[in-house]
């Protein structure tokens, strides 16, 4: 699967629904997120059960804002619509497929007690 860009409009569906959701927020005068790009599309092709999707972080100014977006490139993860990772940064194709992997292997469950039990305290 080709990786998908998303706006301010679109994210919210896209992030929210079942399933894994990788998304790279970048801009293209960014020198690392334009060495990222390459690994990120290939991981698309290599994984075609997990949406990957792009913000353009000059584009999608608000949206960037919105999502506390302070350095790029950063990679977020969602799983079933939580947010399960974020990080500024690249990762080579190892880590990411590493990263990946644990991102399938997490209990869900338990990872909503979590949130559940910290939003209560």
Same mark, same amino acid.
């Given at each position: 699967m080709a990786t998908i +860009?998303?706006?301010e409009k679109t994210f919210e +569906?896209?992030?929210t629904g079942q399933g894994i959701v990788l998304v790279d927020f970048w801009a293209a005068w960014c020198g690392p997120c334009r060495s990222f790009a390459p690994?990120?599309?290939a991981a698309s092709e290599k994984h075609p059960d997990i949406v990957f999707a792009k913000v353009d972080t000059e584009?999608?100014?608000g949206l960037a804002a919105a999502a506390s977006i302070t350095s790029i490139p950063t990679l977020m993860a969602f799983?079933?619509?939580t947010l399960v990772f974020s990080q500024?940064?690249?990762l080579n194709a190892s880590s990411l497929d590493e990263l990946i992997d644990r991102i399938k292997d997490l +209990?869900?469950?338990e990872v909503q007690a979590k949130l559940?039990?910290?939003q209560s305290a």
């Open positions: +860009d998303i706006t +569906d896209t992030v690994t990120f599309s584009v999608e100014q799983r079933d619509g500024p940064g690249t +209990d869900m469950t559940a039990s910290r």
